[in-house]
């Protein structure tokens, strides 16, 4: 199985911080855009947040980050939520992991949530790794950060989130075959 890995130039090297940078983002071969279809169509998808770089309440900061997501992928709606109705698509989930290790793949990010220790930034910055998973396996992974946040409520945290959101669900994957049905594909 093939995937395929970008890694996108560092953007705004010298904006401060001000905008975020994304470090790394993977599709994988199994990643398809019917995917969402299938999972979508207003139904919840699971959104598990670990890890908090602020000094707040843990279930009050998951669900700040499930709404900043609203919107981001494309096709039919779907509510990131950190509690899904039953009617939610398994074993489709998004995990997101703020300021915990340094450095993992979608892999070990969707096989299993990682030991996440107190990691609250007293400079700002937010380290966020972020998968979309069908059960252990990743369908896309990103690595993204930037400084100079003050709380989860600051726009630049909004958008470090958002733009995570959008690199998790492309529009397509650069291996898709036209008029292919997975899983034939």
Known sequence: MKRILFVLPLLAACSGGSVPIASEQRIESRYHLQDLSYIAAGRDLKTEVLGNPFAVDQTAFADTVADHLQGVNPGPEINFTTRPAP??????????????????????????????????????????????????QPMTYVSAHNGGITDMNDPKFRSLVRQVGVLLFPLRNPEDIPNCVPPNC
């Open 87 to 136: 009617t939610a698509r398994e074993p489709y989930f998004v995990r997101l992991v703020f300021n915990g290790p340094s450095g993992s793949g979608g892999t070990a990010l969707c096989a299993s949530a990682p030991e996440i220790a107190p990691a609250v930034s007293p400079t700002g910055d937010v380290r966020v790794l972020g998968a979309f998973c069908r059960g252990d």
